[in-house]
């Protein structure tokens, strides 16, 4: 994909920031803002999670503590453009396949950004893997891209294996479809005990199946999972850090984590500055 800068600058217009790690943002996604919860003795309550990231983590095994989205995207107006390239592979008038601009994405974003997903791993990816398409989950024609994907970017292809699989769980998937998170929607082959796993998936909503997967992945063993998912979909009115976000010009060279305002608190394992 030694095009993909060439081919990503031409649709720049397809992404939007995602506003840097700070307290008030979820700490899992990034991108939404925490809700505050009130424990006893603590009069102004503490914000950690989103709504959609406190709902999948709560039954799950372990969840992924660190999901880094390319881009925001929102289903609503003009805006649905890339939400529209990722559900139903509408590219924008004149542009490449689906799968040539998401490899396009991929590639520059992975390689922009190597050194902060390998700084929330905790070490060096030793394997690549991508979600599965399960049950009802997403359309049909949806199924499959991203393991193809994967084998157009060369940084990408060399660590990829294919290790999750669809469960055969018909309760899980249906609960998956719900938007529910079961990590029994998801088969691992074989054992990873050592692993850090780079997760990659297309959409992230509420994060049920990149949390049930990553679940999944570090129930076989894992010792961390990193998920890179190309947009987060949310309200991006919904908070002012968003909707400032969403208003600037997409900046590939900047990441949640590596953007100079990022602000991570001690607890998230990060460094408050990535460099
Ligand atoms: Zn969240
Ligand atoms: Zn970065």
Redesign the pocket.
């Known amino acids: 994909m030694g095009d993909a800068r060439a081919v990503t600058e031409r649709h720049l217009g397809l992404f939007r920031n995602v506003p840097a790690a700070r307290p008030g ?8 803002p ?1 809700e505050v919860r009130f424990a006893r003795g603590e009069p102004h309550g503490t914000a950690h ?6 709902r999948t983590t709560a039954g799950l095994h372990r969840h992924t503590p660190h ?1 880094v989205p390319v881009s925001l995207c929102a289903w609503t107006g003009d805006d649905r453009r890339l939400y529209d390239l990722l559900t139903r592979r509408r590219t924008p008038p004149g542009g490449p396949s689906p799968a040539t601009l998401l490899a396009a994405t991929l590639a520059r974003f992975h390689r922009a950004h190597l050194p902060c997903l390998t700084r929330a791993a905790g070490g060096p990816f030793t394997l690549v893997t991508t979600v599965p398409g399960v049950g009802a989950d997403r359309p049909v024609e949806a199924f499959d891209l991203l393991p193809r994907v994967v084998q157009w970017v060369a940084a990408l292809r060399g660590p990829h294996r294919p290790v999750l699989m669809p469960g055969g769980d018909r309760a899980a998937e249906a609960a998956l479809a719900r938007h529910v998170p079961d990590e029994r929607a998801f088969h691992v082959l074989g054992r990873l005990d050592g692993e850090r796993v780079l997760l990659l998936d297309e959409l992230f909503a509420g ?1 049920a199946r990149v949390q049930s997967a990553a679940s999944a992945l570090y129930r076989a063993g894992a010792e961390e999972v990193v998920a890179l998912v190309v947009a987060r979909l949310t309200d991006p009115w919904a908070d002012t850090r968003l909707a400032d976000a969403w208003a600037r010009p997409y900046d590939f060279g900047r990441c949640c984590l590596c953007d100079p305002a990022a602000r991570l608190s001690p607890d998230t394992g990060w460094r408050a500055r990535l460099g």
């Open positions: 943002l979820c700490r899992v996604c990034h991108s939404a925490a999670l989103c709504t959609g990231c406190l999901v994060g």
